[in-house]
C-alpha cells in the first residue's frame, strides 16, 4: 500500500525556503522535529546575547576615562585610531635640505650681534644699560625730515585722494606702478648728480635691495657659478645670494695699505684662481660707495672694471644704494655713467639701488634694478611676482619724490647730517687712540682696533669683539663676518646715533681699549 505523505512532508518538500533557512541558521540540523527552525534560531542567539553581556560585566575599567562633553554622547575609539596612539611617531616630520641649513642657529657674529641687541635694545630712559647699535647700516638722522612731509601731505592722499579704496585695493603691475617707476628714475638721476638720465622703462621695482640682488643673480648665473666681490664686503651677501639661488661668492681680497681699493691685479687673481678650481665666474659684484670702508671708485677704475668684464665676457653688478649717502669732496660715479660715455656692452651692466639707506626708510622696503639686458628685465619683471612693493607705498613715494622742493631740501641736509656726525665719531675714536680708513660714503665707518687684539688672528678678534658686545655692550661688526683678510679691522654705523650718544658710546669703548693695553 502507498503511505501518504504526512502534511508537514509535503510543506518541506515544496518550500525551498524553508530548506534554506535550515541551511543558514546554526544549529538548525540539530534541533529536529516541530519549531524546529524556530528553536534553531533562538539558541545561537542567546548564546551570542550572553557571551556578551559576560564580556561587559568582566571588562576592566580604562584608567583614564577621556573627558566628554555634557551635551554629546561619548563615542568609541576604533581600534585604528588606538593602534596609531599606542605606535608613536617614526621621526620628526621631513624638511628639506635647504630649508635645514637655514633653520640652524646664527653662527656669524653680524646675525648674533644684531640678534643681542633685539633680546637688550639700548634706550637713554627705559634701559640705559642695554646694548647700542653700532651693526646696522640704517640712517636715523634724517627721519624728522620724512615725519614733517608725512605729516603735511599724508591727509591729502586719504580716500579720494591717491590712497582712495580704488587706487590701492585691485591687482597692480608686480613689477611697480608706471607712476612710481617714473617718479624713481627722477630721484635717482637727481640722487647721482644729475650726471646721468635713467630711463623708467628700464626700471624693475622689489620689496627691497635684498630681493633685487638675488633676482638678479638668478639671472645672470646658474647653481654652482660664482661671482667675484671685492673684501671686505657686507655679510649680509653671503644670505641674499647663496642661499636661495645656490651661487657663491669669491672674495677679491683688498689691502689696508691701499685703504682697501679694488686693483685690477687682485681681480685677475681671484679670476684665474676660481678658473683653476673648475668654477665659473659669472659677474663682479662691486658696492660704490664700498659697505664696510666707505671708500668710492674713481671713474678710471669703473672703465678698467667695464674692460675686465668685456675680455672675459662676464657680467657687473653695481650697488650703489648709498650713492645719495656721500661727504666730502669726493665724487661719486655711477656705472650707469660709464656706460652712457662707453655706449657699448651695455648688456653686461645692471644696478641696485633702492631707499633704505638714502632716504632713511627702510620698512617701506623698496629696491631697484636697472638693467640695460633686455632679457634680464623681462625674466626679473616676471620674479618680481614673489617680492612685489605694495601699493600703497608706491603711491605715498609717487606724491613724496615728485616733490621736488622736498628731495632737494632733504639730500642736501642729510649729507650734511651724516658728515658732521661722522666728523664728531672719528674724532671721539681718535681720541682713544683709534684710526679709520678714509671713507666719503656710507653710514659707517671702518676702524682699526688690531693693536687691541692677541693673538694677532682671527681668534683674538673675535674675543675683542665679544668684550665690546657683552662687556662695553656696543654691537660692531668684526672684519672676519665682511671676509677681510687683515684681523682688527671693525665696521661702526654711526648713524644710528645722534649726537648725545657718542659721548656714551666712546665711554663704553673706553673701558675696553684700557682692559687690552698691556699691563706694565
Request: with cysteine; glycine share 8%; charged share 20%.
Amino acid at each position: 500500500m502507498t503511505q501518504t505523505p504526512s502534511p508537514e512532508a509535503k510543506e518541506t518538500t515544496r518550500s525551498p525556503t524553508r530548506t534554506g533557512m535550515r541551511l543558514i541558521v546554526p544549529l538548525q540540523g540539530v534541533v529536529q522535529g516541530r519549531g524546529g527552525l524556530l528553536l534553531g534560531s533562538l539558541i545561537p542567539c542567546a548564546l551570542f546575547y550572553f557571551l556578551q553581556f559576560y564580556l561587559k560585566r568582566h571588562r576592566s575599567p580604562p584608567s583614564n576615562p577621556p573627558p566628554s562633553s555634557a551635551n554629546l554622547p561619548e563615542l568609541p575609539r576604533s581600534s585604528s585610531r588606538a593602534n596609531l596612539l599606542t605606535r608613536g611617531s617614526t621621526g620628526r616630520a621631513h624638511l628639506s635640505t635647504r630649508a635645514n641649513s637655514i633653520a640652524k642657529p646664527n653662527d656669524s657674529p653680524y646675525y648674533i650681534g644684531l640678534d643681542r641687541v633685539r633680546e637688550d635694545p639700548y634706550d637713554e630712559v627705559g634701559n640705559p644699560g642695554g646694548v647700542i647699535q653700532l651693526g646696522l647700516a640704517e640712517n636715523r638722522l634724517s627721519l624728522d625730515l620724512i615725519q614733517d612731509w608725512l605729516s603735511e601731505n599724508l591727509s591729502n592722499l586719504l580716500p579720494g585722494g591717491a590712497l582712495g579704496l580704488g587706487g590701492i585695493a585691485p591687482y597692480q603691475p608686480m613689477d611697480g606702478l608706471l607712476q612710481f617707476k617714473l617718479a624713481m628714475a627722477d630721484f635717482m638721476t637727481e640722487i647721482m648728480g644729475n650726471t646721468v638720465s635713467f630711463d623708467h622703462s628700464r626700471v624693475v621695482l622689489t620689496s627691497g635691495a635684498t630681493p633685487a640682488l638675488e633676482i638678479l643673480s638668478f639671472c645672470l648665473a646658474d647653481q654652482g657659478n660664482a661671482l667675484l666681490v671685492p673684501a671686505p664686503y657686507y655679510p649680509g651677501f653671503d644670505r641674499d645670494i647663496k642661499w636661495r639661488t645656490g651661487v657663491e661668492l669669491i672674495p677679491v681680497h683688498c689691502r689696508s695699505c691701499d685703504n682697501f681699493t679694488l686693483s685690477i691685479t687682485a681681480l685677475e687673481q681671484a679670476f684665474n684662481q676660481a678658473r683653476k678650481r673648475g668654477q665659473k665666474v659669472r659677474g663682479i659684484l662691486i658696492c660704490n660707495p664700498s659697505n664696510p670702508v666707505g671708500n668710492m671708485l674713481n671713474r678710471d677704475m669703473l672703465y678698467d672694471i667695464l674692460d675686465f668684464a668685456r675680455e672675459r665676457n662676464i657680467h657687473i653688478i653695481s650697488d650703489e644704494i648709498f650713492a645719495g649717502s656721500t661727504y666730502g669732496n669726493e665724487e661719486f660715479v655711477s656705472m650707469a655713467d660709464i656706460v652712457e660715455s662707453e655706449d657699448a656692452d651695455k648688456d653686461r651692466v645692471h644696478i641696485i639701488y633702492g631707499l633704505s639707506k638714502d632716504l632713511s626708510i627702510p620698512g617701506f622696503r623698496v629696491g631697484v634694478i636697472y638693467s640695460f639686458n633686455e632679457n634680464v628685465l623681462a625674466a626679473s619683471r616676471k620674479l618680481t611676482r614673489f617680492s612685489s612693493v605694495s601699493t600703497p607705498t608706491q603711491q605715498i613715494l609717487v606724491s613724496m619724490l615728485s616733490d621736488k622742493r622736498f628731495t632737494r631740501e632733504y639730500i642736501k641736509t642729510n649729507r650734511h647730517r651724516i658728515g658732521s656726525l661722522y666728523d664728531l665719531f672719528v674724532a671721539g675714536l681718535r681720541e682713544l687712540g683709534l684710526e679709520c680708513a678714509k671713507s666719503s660714503g656710507g653710514l659707517y665707518c671702518w676702524v682699526d682696533m688690531s693693536k687691541l687684539i692677541s693673538p694677532y688672528n682671527e681668534k683674538g678678534e673675535l674675543e675683542l669683539w665679544d668684550k665690546l658686545l657683552n662687556i662695553a655692550k656696543i654691537n660692531v661688526t668684526p672684519g672676519s663676518a665682511c671676509h677681510c683678510i687683515e684681523p682688527g679691522w671693525f665696521r661702526f654705523c654711526f648713524t644710528t646715533l645722534n649726537e648725545n650718544e657718542i659721548p656714551v658710546v666712546m665711554e663704553r669703548i673706553r673701558k675696553v681699549v684700557e682692559s687690552c693695553k698691556p699691563s706694565v
